[in-house]
Nanobody, 129 residues
Framework: QVQLVESGGGSVQAGGSLRLSCVGS????????MGWFRQGPGKKREEREGVAGIDSDGTTNLLDSVKGRFTISQDSAKNTLYLQMNNLEPEDTAMYYC????????????????????WGQGTQVTVSS
C-alpha cells in the first residue's frame, strides 16, 4: 500500500522560510516522479496547482512564481522528498501535497489531476503579511 506522509508545515511571516518533507513507502521510489502541489484557500480539489517536481535522475521543474525561492530535492536512500521554501509570500498560503506519479515531473506539474497518482494528506502552510 502506497503511503506519502508530509510534515514541516506551519505559520510564518512574509519573508520567512519553511522546509517540507515527505516520506514515501509501499512503492519503488525510482519508478515514479515526485512533486509538490498546493491548494489555496477557497480553491477546489480540482484546482490544485503543481509547484515543484523532480524525476528519479534529479531533473527538476518549478512553477514560475516560485523560481528563485523554492527548491525541491530528494534523498532516494531515505525515500524522502523535500521542499525548501524561502522568502515566503502570503500568496503561498495553501495546503501542500506530496505526489508520486508516472509521466515525468514537467508533465505532472502541468497536467496531473487530483484523481490520478498517489497523494499524501497534506501539510498546511500559512504566511502572514
Amino acid at each position: 500500500q502506497v503511503q506519502l506522509v508530509e510534515s514541516g508545515g506551519g505559520s510564518v511571516q512574509a519573508g520567512g522560510s519553511l522546509r517540507l518533507s515527505c516520506v514515501g513507502s509501499g512503492y519503488t521510489w525510482s519508478y515514479y516522479s515526485m512533486g509538490w502541489f498546493r491548494q489555496g484557500p477557497g480553491k477546489k480539489r480540482e484546482e490544485r496547482e503543481g509547484v515543484a517536481g523532480i524525476d528519479s535522475d534529479g531533473t527538476t521543474n518549478l512553477l514560475d512564481s516560485v523560481k528563485g525561492r523554492f527548491t525541491i530535492s530528494q534523498d532516494s536512500a531515505k525515500n524522502t522528498l523535500y521542499l525548501q521554501m524561502n522568502n515566503l509570500e502570503p500568496e503561498d498560503t495553501a495546503m501542500y501535497y506530496c505526489v508520486a506519479a508516472r509521466g515525468g515531473s514537467e508533465w505532472i506539474l502541468r497536467h496531473l489531476k487530483a484523481d490520478f497518482g498517489y497523494w499524501g494528506q497534506g501539510t498546511q502552510v500559512t504566511v502572514s503579511s
